[in-house]
């Protein structure tokens, strides 16, 4: 399962280098998913992608080898994020993983105000509630979720972690 991939960069990606795949595409703006239909109608993969334009919170899947939540997790923050962890931990079957990216204030002062920038930004054009990136880290722990892998970029402003359910 595929959340929140707006464009359907990474589904796209996903695909190419996996056809075989059956994804569920779950996002919450239709005008983002005629966009990820689009890009992935050119990799003539079939009917490999379910896609569903709906709250994640109402999405009733279950049994998924992967979660995917690139940079979705920073637009939930306190009860809101906690909820939404645990919804979709519940949806990955007993061995399953998460893959998750997101960005990193930490790395300098550069980081810090663009990310500030990038809230700013999408409280005024999307009307995002979260005004800060909430580690999410210690959520997936106290589930019981291991780390499998890390990988950085842009000097480790983007980071990608992934989650193995225990």
Known sequence: MVVGDGDGRFTAELLRVRPDLRVDYVECSKGMVKLAQQRIEQLEVGES?????ENINEWKGSGYDLVVTHFLLDCFEGDDLT????SLYGKLNSRGYWLSS???????WWARIWVKLMYLFFRLVASL???HLTPF??????????????FTSFRGFIYSSLWKKE
Request: proline fraction near 6%; hydrophobic fraction near 40%.
């Open 49 to 53: 992608v379910h896609w569903a334009t």
């Open 83 to 86: 909820l939404l962890i645990d």
């Open 102 to 108: 997101d960005f990193n204030p930490s790395v300098g």
């Open 129 to 131: 509630k979260a005004s």
């Open 137 to 150: 880290e210690p959520l997936f722990k106290t589930l019981g979720m291991s780390s499998e892998a890390e």
